[in-house]
């Protein structure tokens, strides 16, 4: 499975962005789809995670109001809107997959949860 993940640039503080992460694969909604990013000197963050279908979303608690992880199985894309950006926003944001099935939780925090990642895509949040 590749992911293509798109949407960054230079955005100001208090703007909107929404991220795509499109995969190579026909099988795309039989991937659970997940969404870290990594800010400049630190470790990559969990962010959200979508359900197959889209019928059920798992976010982190710092980011819980801001973002909204959706996904179009048509289009084998999954998406991150992300408002009223903060320059602490600034970072590498990465798409991720797996084909397991299981409830979402904070299992699907883990970095080793994802059998698949994407390039990543820099979003810079000017103050």
């Known amino acids: 499975v590749q992911l293509q993940a798109s949407g960054g640039g230079l955005v100001q503080a208090g703007g909107s962005l929404r991220l795509s992460c499109t995969a190579s694969?026909?099988?795309?909604?039989?991937?659970?789809m997940g969404w870290f990013r990594q800010a400049p000197g630190k470790e990559r963050e969990f962010l959200a995670v979508?359900?197959?279908?889209?019928?059920?979303?798992y976010y982190a608690d710092s980011v819980k109001g801001r973002l909204t992880i959706s996904r179009d199985n048509a289009k084998n894309t999954v998406y991150l809107q992300v408002n009223s950006l903060k320059p602490e926003d600034t970072a590498v944001y990465y798409c991720?997959?797996?084909?397991?099935?299981?409830?979402?939780?904070?299992?699907?925090?883990?970095?080793?949860?994802?059998?698949?990642w994407g390039q990543g895509t820099l979003v810079t949040v000017s103050s």
């Open positions: 991720a997959a797996d084909f397991t099935w299981a409830l979402l939780d904070i299992t699907w925090a883990g970095e080793t949860k994802y059998d698949y």
């Open positions: 979508i359900s197959r279908t889209g019928g059920s979303t």
């Open positions: 694969k026909r099988t795309f909604s039989s991937l659970t």
